[in-house]
């Protein structure tokens, strides 16, 4: 880890371990907020917004066959993260069961279990209130079957995280 790369610390903060490696500590939620007139014309806008899309979305006859196309997007983007490759396209040819249309049927399949995971999340919150139960639930559903499944899915870790590619260790890791 580059700790020049931490710079900004409103996010957070860098430490050296006891081990020796760079970890960033983040801040404590929720974060201080400068409300300025600018901040405030913004969050206006945003709420006009989201009023807008909201009366739209009610006006359809089936809502999620808007959303689901963005859903499907974010988890392609927020995926490559973890160093998964799958492409949109590779995600509905999973889904429709056309597996010949790719090669790496793993990476689809972790693309497609985070679809699950934000869509069982969302229907839950009409019950459930977003609690560590509910983060469980999520997080089973993200790791059921895909790399990283063996490491006890649905609970939380209990050892140090780093995120990188495969081949990086805790000291490489961004």
């Keep these: ?62 809502p999620d066959l808007l959303v689901q196309p963005f859903v499907r997007r974010e988890a392609v983007l927020s995926s490559r993260i973890e160093g998964t490759h799958a492409s949109l396209t590779d995600l509905y040819s999973y889904e429709a069961k056309q597996l010949h249309l790719f090669e790496d049927l793993a990476d689809a399949q972790e693309v497609h279990n985070y679809v699950e995971a934000l869509n069982t999340g969302l229907s839950r919150l009409a019950r459930l209130p977003v609690s560590l139960r509910l983060i469980r639930e999520i997080h089973l559903i993200l790791m059921t079957g895909v790399r990283g499944g063996a490491f006890t899915p649905g609970e939380f870790r209990r050892s140090q995280n780093w995120i990188g590619p495969t081949t990086s260790t805790i000291e490489s890791a961004l």
Excluded: K, Q
């Design 1 to 62: 880890m580059n700790r020049e790369d931490y710079r900004e610390r409103s996010a957070g903060r860098v430490v050296r371990t006891h081990t020796g490696y760079w970890a960033f500590i983040p801040a404590p939620l929720p974060p201080d907020i400068a409300w300025s007139p600018s901040i405030l014309s913004i969050l206006l806008e945003a709420e006009r917004n989201l009023g807008r899309l909201a009366s739209l979305g009610g006006e359809l006859p089936l």
